[in-house]
């Protein structure tokens, strides 16, 4: 068995024993590692993989996403308006929904293309200026934004929250945004604090180097 499988089994073990078995999707974070790379967790049969930047992405995964549709493949990055139609043409899932104008373009594409796409919005929970996300204050005319105007399938939120020791906080915050809009799912947690998510209801878990391994920094 695979190093990298052996990383997955011992955080899916965790999750089974931290009693929410069934419900949690760990997204595993491929972004900048080569798909031979990745081959032995899809060869394991695990079928949700995250990627940062659509151009990577489609050079790694669009031959193979062409026969393997049971493979779901999320955006996990930041994503601009003009790369909406490409990311709409290989992704299943946006984690990053955070902009009337990608909204838009997000739209316009699905109806070009007719394919629907999950969303989740991207919530700066820290009200941190250099981070993407629609703050806590704008999120209902957003959201409403998104499902009334553009007919978007938004299924959750997502927030990558401060290194400023209050994780749990924030992720309660979430927690209690994504309870007032009656939404069932929650981008957060990711290798260093995926523990900690799952306390406050994540379904979605974005975990990369705890799978992966560290990434080079070149």
């Not at 999750?15 to 899809?42: C, H, M, Q, R």
């Not at 796409?117 to 704008?138: D, M, R």
Request: glycine share 6%; proline share 2%; aromatic share 10%.
């Amino acid at each position: 068995m695979s190093t990298i499988v052996e990383r997955y089994n011992k955080i899916n073990s965790y999750i089974n024993e931290s009693g929410n078995k069934g419900s949690i999707n760990i997204v595993a974070v491929s972004k900048t590692f080569s798909f031979d790379y990745i081959k032995p967790l899809i060869d394991y049969g695990h079928k949700h993989f995250g990627e940062n930047k659509v151009q990577e992405a489609q050079l790694k995964w669009k031959s193979f996403k062409e026969n393997n549709a049971a493979v779901k493949l999320h955006m996990v990055g930041k994503l601009q308006s003009n790369k909406a139609k490409k990311a709409v043409e290989l992704f299943d899932f946006i984690h990053s929904l955070d902009s009337e104008k990608l909204a838009a373009s997000l739209s316009d594409s699905e109806k070009k293309l007719s394919k629907k796409l999950k969303y989740f919005i991207q919530v700066n929970i820290g009200l941190e200026k250099q981070k993407s996300g629609i703050s806590p204050s704008s999120l209902n005319k957003f959201y409403n934004y998104c499902i009334k105007e553009k007919k978007l399938d938004v299924i959750g939120l997502m927030c990558i929250p401060p290194n400023d020791g209050n994780t749990d906080k924030h992720f309660k915050t979430l927690s209690e945004l994504s309870a007032s809009l009656n939404l069932n799912d929650m981008s957060m947690g990711m290798s260093n604090d995926y523990r900690e998510a799952l306390n406050y209801g994540s379904t979605f878990l974005r975990i990369g180097s705890s799978i992966f391994g560290e990434r080079s920094k070149g």
